[in-house]
């Protein structure tokens, strides 16, 4: 298996971590393989979308997710780190409002696995960080909401690197009590 999975707090978030070859001239591994993940994780996703953003020390995104269309996104890290979030919106689920967060690096090279129903986010805690990510569906702003990164219900324990720069739409999320969620 080129990689390794193992469950977070929340089950079904999931962190990667790839069978990296290296030595004096680099490094190569697989970042992603349809049956390998598949074998791994028992999911059957199909991913529709790369996403690649950069973003300087203290930017936080999030906490996004679509009310309809929901996606799936495995996300990781190319240069610098960041601290990844996934809440759990799903009405149903016991861990309803419940966070999990891992420090994803260009270093470490793991991903995590954010599934449907979850709101996703990160905070950029080096100089800058290259973020990619796959969604096992398109972008559809219509149906893009944002939990509010600070909701004091969630209490998501962000690493403290000074006040975080936000986007108007994202210092503009609602707090859990009041924001679409799935059932």
Not at 80 to 93: E, H, I, N, P
Not at 95 to 107: C, H, I, M, P, T
Not at 149 to 160: A, E, H, L, N
């Amino acid at each position: 298996m080129p990689f390794t999975v193992s469950q977070t707090t929340l089950p079904e978030v999931l962190i990667l971590e790839p069978k990296v070859f290296g030595d004096n001239r680099g490094f190569f591994f697989e970042s992603f393989n349809q049956r390998d993940f598949h074998q791994a994780t028992g999911l059957d996703v199909h991913f529709v979308q790369d996403n690649h953003s950069k973003s300087s020390r203290g930017v936080l995104r999030g906490m996004h997710y679509q009310i309809e269309c929901p996606q799936g996104k495995l996300v990781r890290v190319t240069a610098g780190s960041v601290f990844d979030v996934a809440v759990d919106l799903r009405k149903s689920s016991p861990n309803f409002g419940k966070w999990v967060g891992a420090q994803l690096s260009a270093e470490n090279k793991q991903q995590m696995w954010i599934p449907p129903g979850f709101a996703h986010g990160f905070l950029v805690t080096s100089e800058y960080a290259e973020f990619l990510y796959k969604t096992t569906d398109y972008w559809h702003p219509e149906h893009e909401r944002n939990l509010l990164w600070c909701d004091p219900t969630v209490d998501i324990q962000w690493p403290t690197i000074g006040e975080p720069k936000l986007a108007t739409k994202d210092a503009a999320g609602q707090l859990l009590a009041t924001i679409d969620t799935f059932n």
